[in-house]
């Protein structure tokens, strides 16, 4: 038993001299590091079987390297890479005669100057405010908009015969014909700023409940017209009406039932779309915007000739407005989401936002 460890020990003596050996000489390819190590199994294996020998060969490797040892005797110094090494160890194991594998690692907490990898962006919508829509359920809002279809019908004809015969034309009628006729006159973003501007001037804003008894009644544009007053989505209706008229494309218009968190109520404009960008046409201001710029609205239906929609994560790019009351997201609570058309009572503030012309 003493004789076998004995053994073992004078083995491992003599395995940590070659390997002590390999480099010191160094290896110029991978064969040469082969033949290093087949020589140190076969002394490995001799001193097993022969304990002399591994004294012997041990005593002779400390000499090899013992201090003073004339330099004219060592063999040439040579050099290898060490990825030639594995590259040809994993030919070898069958991984192809081109698959390399690198000694060399990047750590993560290396610092570079290199500009970091740009994450993709963020799916942008074709509806207003870059967001998605979708079908929305049946309900008190898809029975609104069939109800102005069909007022819109019939204003369309009111129209047709104002225009056989101007005589017998109603004054609200030929008045919204000549607002028309101006719009039509126009091109690019002055037609819609025209739009805009002349329904402000028209109608004054006045509640659905002043005005007819109803918290929230949709009237086609010549309803409007003849009593030249509204509300907000009766501004919307009549400036789509108006822009689809004078050849506006319909499928670049929506109307946009939003929630105005600056001042806390349900909201409606028009928005159209011209050259890929959406503004938005508001009675309570004269001059256009992007839809990017009202931040304070959170869209939640969109309406037109394809029917009502819901805007999908409404939240997805409106930042919070200091002391807002949150608005429920269209896309959540079921699809139940509810827009009452709430207007703000008669004689009540604003919220002391003064920065927007508000048209009363």
Request: net charge negative; hydrophobic share 40%; charged share 25%.
């Amino acid at each position: 038993m003493a004789l076998q460890l004995e053994l073992q020990r004078a083995g491992l003596r003599a395995l940590g001299a070659g390997l002590i050996a390999l480099i010191a000489t160094g290896a110029t390819s991978p064969s040469r590091a082969d033949e290093a190590i087949a020589a140190e199994s076969t002394a490995s294996d001799s001193m097993t079987s022969d304990p002399m020998a591994s004294t012997s060969m041990a005593s002779g490797s400390q000499e090899a390297f013992a201090p003073g040892i004339d330099a004219a005797s060592r063999p040439p110094a040579t050099f290898f890479r060490i990825n030639d090494v594995l590259a040809k160890l994993d030919a070898m194991r069958g991984r192809g005669p081109k698959a390399v594998r690198l000694a060399a690692l990047t750590p993560s907490s290396t610092a570079t100057d290199a500009s970091p990898e740009p994450k993709p962006a963020p799916a942008r919508g074709d509806e207003p405010f870059g967001l998605f829509t979708f079908r929305a359920p049946e309900g008190l809002l898809w029975h609104k908009w069939r109800g102005v279809e069909a007022k819109l019908t019939k204003d369309a004809e009111t129209l047709k015969q104002c225009q056989a015969d101007a005589g017998n034309c109603p004054a609200y009628a030929a008045q919204f014909l000549r607002l028309i006729g101006s719009v039509k006159s126009k091109s690019g973003r002055e037609r819609l700023d025209e739009a805009n501007r002349a329904v402000n001037m028209v109608v004054r804003y006045v509640s659905d409940f002043a005005q007819h008894g109803e918290a929230d009644r949709w009237s086609s544009p010549l309803e409007t017209f003849a009593t030249a007053k509204g509300d907000c989505e009766d501004y919307a209706i009549a400036k789509l009406a108006a822009l689809s008229e004078a050849g506006f494309p319909s499928q670049d218009m929506r109307l946009v039932l939003v929630r105005d968190r600056a001042v806390r109520q349900d909201h409606a404009v028009l928005a159209a779309r011209l050259d890929g960008k959406w503004l938005i046409l508001d009675n309570r201001r004269n001059s256009l915007i992007e839809d990017g710029e009202a931040t304070s609205l959170t869209p939640l239906f969109a309406i037109n000739h394809d029917g009502v929609h819901l805007f999908a994560a409404p939240y997805a790019k409106r930042q919070p407005l200091v002391g807002e009351i949150a608005a429920t997201p269209a896309a959540e609570a079921d699809a139940r989401v509810e827009w009452t058309g709430e207007e703000i009572p008669d004689g009540s503030s604003y919220g002391g936002l003064t920065s927007l012309p508000l048209l009363l």
